[in-house]
């Protein structure tokens, strides 16, 4: 399965979801490609330190993303690209081979009415591809007493594009995890409740790759912060 962490704008949390995601499916016995698509190379480095085990590949340009990534997938279980900021054909040749996007999204107004445009190219994607690939977006960096409005939901209602129940609260624990070259559930009891709701988002977007399903979530005790 191909997953793409998706959205045009810089700074969304894209490849923060897109490590935790490749390093939570290896936790879950998957055999996982983190593909960094960005020129800023930054996700390869990172998993590379934080979980070695995950195979890193830098994809630099359309041409291997479309000629590489069905390999790549044959290779290991899951491939996780973690897409660029800007560069559309990047976005586009992504998507054009993704089984599912995952499009991260800060919850402010300003930033769900900029996905319409962001996600020009998802639904272009769509039209040629009769749907595929399916997308979800997630909330990122929300305020920790975050409740969605009506406006929210209305806006992405309007986008046609579901929103995960699950998203992830603005913390200082996930701005440090570079730099410890680590992922949240490495980072001891001040991580917790990030490594958590990580757990929980995961679980939420891609039940079928959860192994131990009878296993409860280990120690998560934070309230929900569930957005719908
Ligand atoms: N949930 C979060 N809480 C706090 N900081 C975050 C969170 N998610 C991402 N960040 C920080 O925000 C910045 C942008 O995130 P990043 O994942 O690099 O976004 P993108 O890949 O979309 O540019 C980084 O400094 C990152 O550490
Ligand atoms: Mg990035």
Same mark, same amino acid.
């Given at each position: 399965?191909?997953?793409?962490?998706?959205?045009?704008? +810089? +700074?969304?949390?894209?490849?923060?979801?897109? !490590?935790?995601?490749?390093?939570?499916?290896?936790?879950?016995?998957?055999?996982?490609? %983190?593909?960094?698509? $960005?020129?800023?190379? &930054?996700?390869?480095?990172? !998993?590379?330190?934080? !979980?070695?085990?995950?195979?890193?590949?830098?994809? /630099? &340009?359309? $041409?291997?993303?479309?000629?590489?990534?069905?390999?790549?997938?044959?290779?290991?279980?899951? *491939? #996780?690209?973690? +897409?660029?900021?800007?560069?559309?054909?990047?976005?586009?040749?992504? =998507? =054009? @081979?993704?089984?599912?996007?995952?499009?991260?999204?800060?919850? &402010?107004?300003?930033?769900?009415?900029?996905?319409?445009?962001?996600? /020009?190219?998802?639904?272009?994607?769509? /039209?040629?591809?009769?749907?595929?690939?399916?997308?979800?977006? !997630?909330?990122?960096?929300?305020?920790?007493?975050?409740? %969605?409005?009506? $406006?929210?939901? /209305?806006?992405?209602?309007?986008?046609?594009?579901?929103?995960?129940?699950?998203?992830?609260?603005?913390?200082? #624990?996930?701005? $440090?995890?570079?730099?410890? +070259?680590?992922? *949240?559930?490495?980072?001891?009891?001040?991580?917790?409740?990030?490594?958590?709701? *990580?757990? %929980? %988002?995961?679980?939420?977007?891609?039940?079928?790759?959860?192994?131990? @399903?009878?296993?409860?979530? &280990?120690?998560?005790?934070?309230?929900?912060?569930?957005?719908?």
């Amino acid at each position: 399965m191909i997953i793409v962490v998706a959205n045009s704008k +810089g +700074g969304v949390g894209k490849s923060t979801l897109a !490590v935790h995601l490749a390093a939570w499916l290896h936790k879950q016995g998957h055999r996982v490609t %983190l593909a960094d698509c $960005d020129t800023q190379q &930054s996700s390869s480095e990172w !998993v590379r330190e934080a !979980v070695p085990e995950v195979r890193a590949v830098r994809l /630099d &340009s359309p $041409d291997m993303i479309l000629n590489d990534l069905p390999q790549l997938c044959q290779e290991t279980d899951f *491939v #996780v690209a973690d +897409g660029p900021g800007s560069q559309t054909e990047t976005s586009r040749a992504l =998507l =054009l @081979r993704a089984d599912l996007a995952i499009v991260p999204c800060k919850a &402010s107004m300003l930033e769900v009415r900029a996905l319409a445009k962001a996600t /020009d190219v998802l639904r272009q994607a769509q /039209d040629i591809r009769a749907g595929k690939p399916e997308a979800v977006i !997630v909330l990122s960096m929300i305020g920790k007493n975050y409740r %969605l409005t009506k $406006d929210m939901k /209305d806006a992405a209602a309007a986008l046609d594009l579901p929103l995960a129940t699950r998203a992830l609260v603005l913390r200082q #624990v996930y701005a $440090d995890a570079p730099g410890q +070259g680590s992922v *949240v559930w490495n980072l001891g009891s001040r991580a917790q409740e990030a490594a958590g709701e *990580v757990d %929980l %988002l995961f679980r939420e977007i891609l039940p079928g790759a959860v192994r131990n @399903r009878g296993r409860k979530p &280990s120690s998560i005790k934070s309230k929900k912060v569930a957005v719908a």
